[in-house]
């Protein structure tokens, strides 16, 4: 182990990237969608973030754990009740260290998946921690769902699903387990956070409108104070 | 483990719990700590983000990943220019023209007649204008909106401001935004040594798209295209380096210096302009995307800025004095004749004021007005131009055009601001409207926007486009005296 084999990873990585970029450019420049949503994916360091983004959105898996540098993003579109919705969904290293980096982006995002590793009791226990996190950067209207990765890992379990349940109700999340590599719930995983999205958004918009038209009424009203009853025809 | 400690700001303590903590986990392939951040974990949102502790190599790619963020971003942006673009060409449709009269009861949207028992229109409960049966949208008896809002609304779910407005609660008087931590970075980074490595390749997709619509191939050469943007970064740096690189803010500055009375409305928080914005527009989307703004400046200020700077000159000896000047505004009414017409063979943007028609009284106790009318292609604060100023009337004629040198790219995210002026005595100025056109949007085949049209004035900064940054203190004044002459009349 020396400190020459650290350019090599990364240079794998950069490779890996560059890869992506490619990939990514036709969809990233289309523009024919209706929505576009911010999606981030945080939690503790190898829990299976990358992994989890990599099933879905290009459907592959690879074993081999490469560490996130600060941050990356896919995107990907997907039509969800009959919209073309677009996700950025951004990639954020684990590691402690690029933690700067990656609290700078928890800001606009609309959703978040907060990761752990159920044979990992360490990133359970994370777990608050992380929704504190998101509670101190991000903006209040942003959804969470929590998700048990590597539920594929059945021997190695060190947190039940139940344990997992119980902490997400008590944090008021929605729940998944998942596994990036047997391709479990990862694609439900991320439709359910686009549909709270949706709800969050028609809520929002519906308990806006009164507030914008009630501040937008008073100089038209000095202009035209026909009240509505007046018109009625009895 | 391998570890290699390579800064000098390394915190001893942390770095030996934290490899405690590491030892304690699985021997997980962990292959570098160069050094440790002292996480601010505090209840102070720190939004600072600084590349400074990581290796080269790392920087590269996250500076790598905040590039392609941008490019996405450019594209977004220009997605909800447009779409905000339709929403106020649908208003104007919707607007009054003074051409014609109209009886008391209209529908505001399509201006036909309405009757006082049958088809006598209702309420919508968005603008609480009266509208007719037939410019209605939306579901059942009482649940409709009237076409703008309802496009209101779809502009608002589509671009995402829906989320944004929770910024506003949650963090009001910020001034950083989300995204601009991302450009910040790349601002700081693009270095020149850094630019001459990986000059930062425009997306061809968006190339492509772009000059389909444009229609002249000849600039469409992937070479030229990404020397161009050499040179604009190029030229970015150099005015880093003269320390002009904010030259936005300068100016914003010593306008905000010599109207100090207005200078403390003059934050950037959003709210103070959100607010005031709701008050008395209709369904516009004030101040949307500021950060539109920010990245357009960033991305595309700066080849123009040269370019144009000559048809400002004389410009600038003029009206610099105005920043000293009394600042006035009234109500706005009336409309702008203009024609733009981009010439390819010359790579000249001609825009040409016809006339005006139906504009305030700059001196309303007087009934006087000395209007004319000043071009600037946002972002560019520097390219002014300006019309001859006519005496004693409300319906000038000008037949003036401007020409403005700009590559036909250099258009991508800019807006044409067309405001009208009254000049009044010494340096007074009072804003009589506005138009903001977006140029990115406006498609030059489109032989509709070759020939004149009249755009309805807008009060500062209500343009869906919002106005720029440095206008947000007037915008406010504006405001103010609009809704007291409201009352007065």
């Known amino acids: 182990m020396s400190k020459t084999r650290r350019p090599l990873v990364l240079q794998k990585f950069v490779k890996m990237a560059s890869a992506t970029a490619t990939y990514g450019q036709k969809e990233s420049s289309d523009q024919n969608f209706d929505y576009m949503f911010k999606i981030l994916i945080i939690g503790n360091s190898s829990v299976g973030k990358t992994s989890f983004l990599f099933r879905y959105a290009d459907d592959s898996f690879t074993p081999a754990f490469v560490s996130t540098v600060g941050i990356d993003f896919k995107v990907k579109t997907i039509y969800r009740n009959d919209k073309r919705i677009k996700l950025q969904i951004w990639d954020t290293a684990g590691q402690e260290r690029y933690r700067t980096i990656t609290t700078a982006y928890y800001r606009g995002a609309m959703g978040f998946i907060l990761m752990y590793d159920i044979t990992n009791e360490d990133s359970f226990n994370a777990v608050q921690d992380w929704s504190t996190q998101i509670k101190t950067y991000s903006w209040d209207n942003a959804q969470v769902l929590l998700v048990g990765n590597k539920c594929d890992m059945e021997d190695e379990r060190m947190v039940s699903a139940d344990r997992g349940r119980q902490l997400s109700e008590h944090l008021g999340f929605e729940f998944f387990e998942a596994s990036a590599k047997d391709n479990v719930n990862v694609k439900q995983t991320f439709e359910r956070l686009v549909d709270i999205i949706c709800e969050k958004m028609s809520e929002s918009l519906d308990a806006g409108d009164p507030a914008v038209t009630g501040a937008k009424q008073g100089p038209q009203l000095t202009e035209q104070p026909a009240p509505p009853h007046q018109d009625c025809a009895c | ?489």
């Not at chain 2, 037939?134 to 309802?150: A, N, S």
């Not at chain 2, 609660?169 to 910040?184: A, H, L, Q, S, Y």
Request: aromatic share 8%; with cysteine; hydrophobic share 30%.
């Open chain 2, 1 to 489: 483990m391998e570890t290699s400690v390579c800064c000098s700001a390394v915190c001893w303590t942390h770095l030996e719990t934290w490899l405690q903590q590491l030892e304690k986990q699985e021997k997980k392939r962990c292959y570098c700590v160069s050094m440790v951040v002292t996480a601010d974990q505090s209840s102070a949102v720190s939004l600072k983000m600084d590349l400074n502790f990581l290796q080269s190599l790392e920087k590269e790619i996250v500076l790598e990943v905040l590039r392609r963020d941008k490019q996405l971003r450019i594209i977004e942006d220009d997605r909800i220019r447009r779409m905000k673009y339709e929403l106020q060409e649908l208003r104007r449709r919707g607007a009054k023209s003074f051409a014609r009269q109209y009886g008391e009861r209209t529908c505001a949207r399509c201006q036909r007649p309405l009757g006082r028992f049958w088809n006598s229109g209702d309420v919508c409960r968005g603008c609480s204008h009266r509208i007719c049966g037939r410019c209605r949208m939306g579901v059942g008896t009482v649940d409709w909106k009237c076409t703008v809002c309802h496009a209101y609304r779809e502009v608002k779910i589509r671009s995402g401001q829906w989320f944004l407005e929770e910024k506003l609660k949650k963090f009001p008087v910020t001034t950083d935004k989300n995204e601009t931590v991302g450009e910040k970075l790349l601002q700081t980074y693009n270095v020149l040594s850094h630019i001459s490595v990986v000059p930062p390749t425009p997306p061809p997709h968006m190339d492509h798209h772009f000059m389909s619509r444009s229609g002249s191939l000849k600039n469409s050469k992937p070479f030229t295209k990404s020397v161009e943007d050499l040179m604009v970064s190029f030229t970015s740096h150099i005015k880093r380096i003269s320390s002009s690189q904010n030259d936005l803010l300068v100016v914003n500055d010593t306008r905000k210096g010599s109207r100090c009375q207005y200078s403390t409305q003059k934050s950037l928080s959003e709210t103070d302009i959100n607010k005031p914005a709701y008050l008395f527009k209709g369904p516009s989307l004030p101040n949307l995307f500021k950060k539109n703004k920010d990245s357009d400046q960033e991305s595309s200020s700066t080849g123009a800025e040269e370019e144009t700077s000559f048809c400002s000159s004389d410009y600038s000896g003029g009206t610099r004095g105005s920043n000293s000047s009394l600042f006035e505004s009234i109500s706005v009414t009336g409309e702008l004749e203009l024609a733009l017409v981009y010439n390819s063979n010359t790579s000249c943007l001609e825009i040409t004021v016809g006339a005006c028609r139906n504009l305030s009284y700059g001196n309303a106790k007087k009934r006087r007005c000395h209007p004319y009318v000043k071009l600037i292609v946002l972002p560019d604060e520097s390219s002014k131009m300006k019309t001859r100023v006519m005496k004693n009337t409300t319906d000038p004629v000008y037949n003036e055009t401007v020409k403005c040198q700009i590559e036909r790219h250099l258009l991508f995210g800019k807006r044409l601001q067309a405001s009208v002026w009254h000049k009044g005595t010494l340096r007074r100025k009072v804003f009589l409207g506005e138009v903001l056109i977006p140029l990115d949007g406006w498609r030059n085949e489109d032989k509709a926007s070759q020939d004149f049209n009249w755009y309805p004035l807008c009060p500062k900064g209500s343009s869906p486009d919002g106005g720029a940054v440095e206008q947000d203190g007037q915008e406010l004044m504006v405001r103010v005296k609009l809704s007291s002459s409201n009352h007065g009349v």
